[in-house]
């Protein structure tokens, strides 16, 4: 067989035209969202007044295991889809290692990272029931990027609520904002209940996600025929985010191989979600059997250290309860995590399936590690990393090296996420020798675990 390319293109034609629902073939449900106004599982209903319905009805679809992708998006995904499949030989070769090492890059659009995926469908779906206005939330930028590339394509006008030192700390990313034509509001801000009373009792708060989430839920149920979208955590999200495994699969499947080792970074859980969903669907039937694991950051372990519990996806507790891996919604990263992937939670679909077993591992990395893997990683491959997805690469390099003192020669396949043409602040940190790592203490953990939420019968 003649050599496997560096880059695995698929065609057009072959973008899949349904997106997979992997709830449909998990031995169990994730425990039901529950409504924080009454304190019971939310019903359908109770989302309409925050997300669109079409939205609502995926978040909560179990019975339908492929959802047909409108052609409005399919159309949109055609501009940067298929994303590339890559073979990192000179990773590789630089390792010696006998490992196959692959990649999905996710990273080759405008706004840097696979959340357009997901922002390109909840935009179209808000369009399409006539929904006026959206807003959202950004911490990295991101989300708030992709977000507002989907909204100027379908002409909705958005505000995007983005956690103020990332706001400073990046103009560049909300200049790409505001030319895509987004309203960018640092938070905590004076605009809404929520951040006014965050900064009454922390005048100088650099602010955070969970506090950016509650203002943008807030600005949504305060304006008319406006909702709120959110790029991470949600089913729906993973839903869209499914797009990435399922080109992964035919992609690999097409230069006859298979992962042995799936690896994905986890922030809220979108893009491991989506990554691994069809490979999952084969663990889950009985088809394959690929070792996960999910990596986050040391000073944000919501998956190795958190609690397997009800918690609010939001510091405002206003967004509904989700059963997952938590640090509690008041937990904040120490001030010098520069890394990403700084959120509380996780996903429930990713909660469950490490909870029972099918996802295999998580793993905290240190943000010094992660950044010697991402500066390995863009001398021998040519692309700069997103700190958040070189968490990945870190764990990928270290299942190379342990495949070169075994002399196994295993097949991994990593979610290359983004670019990290942004976050130059953290690699010049890194380059500085400024950048240094703190691990939390269980004391640290505390008050977080402290404050979270009690429901009568369920959690007391
Ligand atoms: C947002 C983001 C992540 C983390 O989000 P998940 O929902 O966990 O996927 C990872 N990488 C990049 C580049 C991101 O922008």
Not at 108 to 128: E, I
Request: aromatic share 10%; hydrophobic share 35%; net charge negative.
């Amino acid at each position: 067989m003649s050599k496997i390319p560096y880059r695995v293109y698929l065609s057009e034609d072959e973008i899949p035209r349904q997106w997979y629902n992997l709830r449909l073939d998990m031995k169990e449900q994730h425990d039901p969202y529950i409504n924080p106004a009454t304190m019971k599982p939310a019903k359908l209903e109770d989302l309409y007044p925050v997300f669109c319905e079409e939205l609502a009805k995926q978040e909560m679809d179990t019975t339908t295991r492929y959802i047909d992708i409108p052609d409005e998006i399919l159309e949109f995904y055609k501009l940067y889809r298929p994303s590339p499949l890559c073979r990192a030989y000179n990773l590789e070769k630089a390792l010696g290692t006998p490992a196959k090492i692959y990649y999905k890059f996710e990273g080759n659009n405008t706004s840097g990272s696979h959340k357009l995926n997901s922002a390109v469908a909840q935009a179209y779906y808000a369009k399409k029931q006539g929904i006026t206005s959206l807003t959202t939330e950004t911490g990295a930028g991101q989300w708030g990027t992709a977000l507002s590339e989907a909204c100027a394509y379908f002409d909705i006008p958005l505000t995007v609520y983005m956690v103020k030192v990332s706001s400073e700390q990046k103009p560049y990313r909300k200049a790409i904002i505001q030319t895509f034509g987004a309203n960018v509001i640092p938070s905590p801000s004076s605009t809404t209940h929520a951040g006014r009373s965050i900064l009454e009792k922390n005048p100088n708060t650099g602010g955070s996600l969970g506090c950016a989430i509650s203002e943008a839920i807030e600005h949504a149920v305060t304006h008319e025929n406006c909702r709120y979208v959110l790029g991470s955590v949600l089913d729906q999200v993973l839903l869209h985010q499914s797009i990435i495994g399922l080109e992964s699969k035919i992609a690999m499947e097409k230069i006859g191989e298979y992962p042995d080792i799936i690896i994905g970074c986890a922030g809220g859980g979108s893009n491991l979600g989506g990554l691994i969903a069809p490979f999952m669907q084969d663990k889950l039937t009985g088809k394959a059997n690929p070792h996960f694991i999910a990596v986050e950051p040391i000073s944000c372990p919501s998956l190795t250290r958190g609690k397997y519990v009800y918690d609010f996806c939001d510091t405002g507790k206003v967004t509904p309860l989700a059963k997952m891996y938590t640090l509690g919604c008041d937990f904040i990263p120490s001030a010098n995590h520069a890394g990403g992937l700084r959120y509380h939670g996780m996903s429930p679909i990713i909660s469950k399936l490490y909870h029972d077993g099918y996802l295999d591992e998580a793993v905290a990395v240190e943000q010094t590690k992660v950044f010697e893997a991402a500066a390995l990683f863009a001398k021998y491959e040519t692309i700069l990393p997103a700190p958040e997805s070189s968490h990945a690469i870190r764990v990928a390099i270290d299942e190379a090296l342990k495949c070169k003192e075994t002399g196994e020669s295993k097949t991994i396949l990593f979610g290359l996420t983004g670019t990290g043409y942004f976050d130059m602040q953290a690699y010049i940190q890194y380059n500085n020798n400024t950048m240094s790592d703190y691990i939390p203490t269980d004391k640290d953990l505390e008050p977080g675990f402290n404050a979270l939420p009690k429901i009568p019968g369920v959690q007391e």
